[in-house]
């Protein structure tokens, strides 16, 4: 018998352990896989010498979210990378749009391709600077975020909220008529909303695509040294030294329940007894272990291709930025952005898909054997996609801007992941905020003792733990409210 169990070892479930265990409860970590991380794991996927992220690879909401940050990895061994740059997005005119975490250099390229749109950036970081706090606040608070609601209340005034709000509605090809004269602004957003399967069309694109952009101004997008799994293995370390047993190749088979309340879970024949049970894996995962139908409304983002390369050397990128940069968009324009993203709707392959593609060897001498590389990168494709032609499709756009990159490829792994594995549902409107997850946005479930507390819940994909620690401190605030006060009072009521 344990305090608690929580169901899956990703980011969001080992941040959810960590928070129930500082509090003084015993808990059970139980992962299905081998090996603990979720999609925070480094493998040699290719060959020996050469690490690779198996799945996400970039961390600016890591290093940002409070969640994250509360559990001060770096003195339990992570140790964060840079490159000289942050993000690079080479266009067909030799231009490159470059994110530094120098505003002065950021600034200077937007105006390669238009004069002012320099100042309408410094103006945006101005802003973001006054919002930050607050936005990062309502991450990691369950919905509604009333505190970071009042607090942007308090530095913007009502009409200054009104209009944030509205521009956070808008879609990044309006955001970007706005605010700036050029197409390189509006490949920065439009390259970050895709991330989640943000348009330049989709509502609530600029908004996403913005703080990404401006997490990567003010923190980069960092990476841990030795690899993403660094990132997992200092979560388990913090864990376990307060005492939380974490199982791997575990499977929970079943979550168990009586009357309306969870009694534990049931894991290669046995039963796992705990009152507080935490799912930290998708909402139709949690549905099968509950043995219900999938709620039609909860819509996955779209499948994509990951493809991982070892390489005989740096790729040789034209555009000089793009070689400065570990993460790089590839996408001519912002109409190929919507027409790749049209094609998806539709359920058709794109042709010229959108490329994320992430490099290690400016700021991370371990990924590779001396003068090598590692590369890493995904698409999103329709279900059925042909992963193999995808991934031929991916390279070939890496060989548009980096002639000779075909021919320092060593090796590649590819695979194709299921509509749902990297946000945990899609990241449009219509699943934000109240419609995410299960119970109007919150953690709770309609079984009492039972918690969302994965990506498919508030506040997304994306590795910041806010999930998890959104969960686990809704359950002990409750465990709190309905734990026996020593005057004799049960000190019940509702949370
Ligand atoms: C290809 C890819 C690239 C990405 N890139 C980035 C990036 O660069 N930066 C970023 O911030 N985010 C990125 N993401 C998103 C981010 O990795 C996820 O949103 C995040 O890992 C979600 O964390 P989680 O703990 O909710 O779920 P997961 O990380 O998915 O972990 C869930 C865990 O639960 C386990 N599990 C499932 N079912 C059971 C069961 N029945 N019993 C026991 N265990 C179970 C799984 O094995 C898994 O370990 C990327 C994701 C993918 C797939």
């Given at each position: 018998m344990a305090d608690a169990v929580v169901i899956g070892a990703g980011p969001n479930g080992l941040v959810a352990a960590n928070v129930l265990a500082d509090a003084g409860l015993s808990v059970q970590v139980l992962e299905a896989e081998p090996v603990i991380g979720g999609a925070v794991r480094t493998e040699e996927l290719v060959e020996a010498g050469f690490r690779n992220d198996v799945f996400s690879a970039f961390y600016p909401l890591a290093v940002a979210s409070p969640a994250m940050r509360a559990m001060e990895l770096e003195h339990w061994g992570l140790r964060w990378c840079h490159g000289p740059l942050v993000l690079a997005h080479p266009t067909p005119d030799g231009r490159c749009v470059a994110l530094s975490r120098d505003l002065e250099e950021t600034a200077a390229s937007l105006d390669t391709y238009a004069e002012g749109d320099g100042a309408a950036w410094r103006e945006l970081m101005d802003l973001w600077r006054r919002i930050e706090p607050a936005i990062l606040r309502g991450l990691a608070t369950p919905v509604p975020p009333v505190r970071a609601g009042i607090s942007l209340l308090a530095r913007l005034g009502p009409y200054g909220l009104l209009?944030?709000?509205?521009?956070?509605?808008?879609?990044?090809?309006?955001?970007?008529?706005?605010?700036?004269?050029?197409?390189?602004?509006?490949?920065?957003?439009?390259?970050?909303?895709?991330?989640?399967?943000?348009?330049?069309?989709?509502t609530l694109g600029a908004f996403f695509g913005f703080v990404l952009a401006a997490l990567g101004q003010t923190h980069g997008y960092p990476f841990p040294e030795g690899g993403a799994g660094a990132i997992a293995a200092a979560?388990?370390?913090?864990?376990?030294?307060?005492?939380?047993?974490?199982?791997?190749?575990?499977?929970?088979?079943?979550?168990?329940?009586?009357?309306?309340?969870?009694?534990?879970?049931?894991?290669?024949?046995?039963?796992v007894r705990a009152p507080l049970v935490l799912a930290a894996v998708s909402v139709w995962e949690l549905?099968?272990?509950?043995?219900r139908e999938p709620a039609v409304s909860a819509e996955p983002d779209p499948a994509v291709v990951k493809v991982d390369w070892t390489l005989d050397g740096p790729v040789p990128w034209t555009?000089?930025?793009?070689?400065?940069?570990?993460?790089?968009?590839?996408?001519?324009?912002?109409?190929?952005?919507?027409?790749?993203?049209?094609?998806?709707?539709?359920?058709?392959?794109?042709?010229?898909?959108?490329?994320?593609?992430?490099?290690?060897?400016t700021g991370d001498p371990t990924r590779a054997p001396v003068g090598k590389e590692t590369a890493w990168a995904y698409t999103h494709v329709s279900p059925d996609a042909d992963a193999a032609a995808s991934a031929d499709r991916m390279t070939d756009e890496v060989e548009r801007r980096a002639p000779g990159f075909k021919?320092?490829?060593?090796?590649?792994?590819?695979?194709?992941?299921?509509?749902?594995?990297?946000?945990?549902?899609?990241?449009?409107?219509?699943?934000?905020?109240?419609?995410?997850?299960?119970?109007?946005?919150?953690?709770?479930?309609?079984?009492?003792?039972?918690?969302?507390?994965?990506?498919?819940?508030?506040?997304?994909g994306g590795v910041h733990g806010a999930a998890g620690w959104n969960a686990a401190r809704s359950a002990l605030r409750v465990r709190r409210l309905s734990t026996p006060r020593r005057d004799g009072g049960n000190g019940r009521s509702r949370a």
């Open positions: 209009e944030l709000a509205r521009t956070a509605l808008l879609p990044v090809r309006r955001f970007a008529e706005e605010r700036f004269d050029g197409e390189g602004a509006a490949l920065l957003i439009g390259g970050n909303a895709l991330h989640s399967d943000l348009t330049p069309e989709s979560l388990a370390r913090r864990a376990e030294a307060r005492g939380v047993r974490i199982r791997s190749a575990t499977p929970v088979e079943r979550i168990l329940v009586d009357g309306r309340r969870v009694t534990g879970v049931h894991s290669q024949g046995s039963d549905d099968r272990l509950l043995g555009a000089p930025d793009a070689r400065r940069a570990p993460v790089v968009h590839l996408a001519d324009s912002l109409d190929a952005l919507s027409v790749y993203a049209s094609e998806l709707s539709r359920g058709l392959e794109p042709q010229r898909p959108f490329v994320l593609f992430g490099q290690y060897a021919a320092l490829v060593r090796g590649r792994h590819v695979a194709l992941l299921p509509p749902g594995r990297v946000n945990g549902g899609t990241s449009q409107l219509h699943n934000q905020f109240v419609f995410r997850g299960t119970r109007w946005g919150r953690p709770r479930t309609d079984v009492r003792g039972l918690y969302l507390s994965s990506s498919s819940a508030h506040p997304g």
